[in-house]
């Protein structure tokens, strides 16, 4: 069972930036399609971004072109860079992976479903005002 450990949330300011991190307990986490959802109080969990083990990336329209999602597989750990935020992006946010290992788009569709992923994290909270 591969445990996920998120750090790095906090508050911010609106325009402002935060950096998120995900510690994978196993190295077979390098092999799978991973990514970060966040869930905001009264909202469903959503997809922010993602990456598979190739490193092909996807983003959410609301994450487009103000975050990045990165991962250091030497040291099993995900990241999501998040630039320019704003007060919608207040969230829980949560790193998840999918054991999908294929680098398939079909893949990468499972990898953007909360139903598709098999590990969570407990979450970090992010607040932007």
């Known amino acids: 069972h591969v445990q996920l450990v998120e750090s790095g949330g906090g508050s911010v300011q609106a325009g402002g930036s935060l950096r998120l991190s995900c510690k994978a307990s196993?190295?077979?986490?390098?092999?799978?399609?991973a990514g970060w959802f966040r869930q905001a109080p009264g909202n469903e969990r959503e997809w922010v971004a993602i990456?598979?083990?190739?490193?092909?990336?996807d983003y959410s329209n609301s994450a487009l072109d103000r975050f990045t999602i990165s991962r250091d597989n030497a040291k099993t750990t995900l990241a999501l860079q998040m630039n320019n935020l704003k007060p919608e992006d207040s969230a829980k946010y949560y790193c998840?992976?999918?054991?999908?290992?294929?680098?398939?788009?079909?893949?990468?569709?499972?990898?953007?479903?909360?139903?598709?992923?098999?590990?969570w994290g407990k979450g970090t909270q992010v607040t932007v005002s």
């Open positions: 998840a992976a999918t054991t999908c290992r294929t680098a398939t788009s079909a893949c990468r569709n499972m990898c953007t479903r909360v139903s598709g992923m098999d590990y």
């Open positions: 990456i598979d083990s190739t490193g092909i990336t």
């Open positions: 196993e190295s077979r986490f390098t092999f799978y399609c």
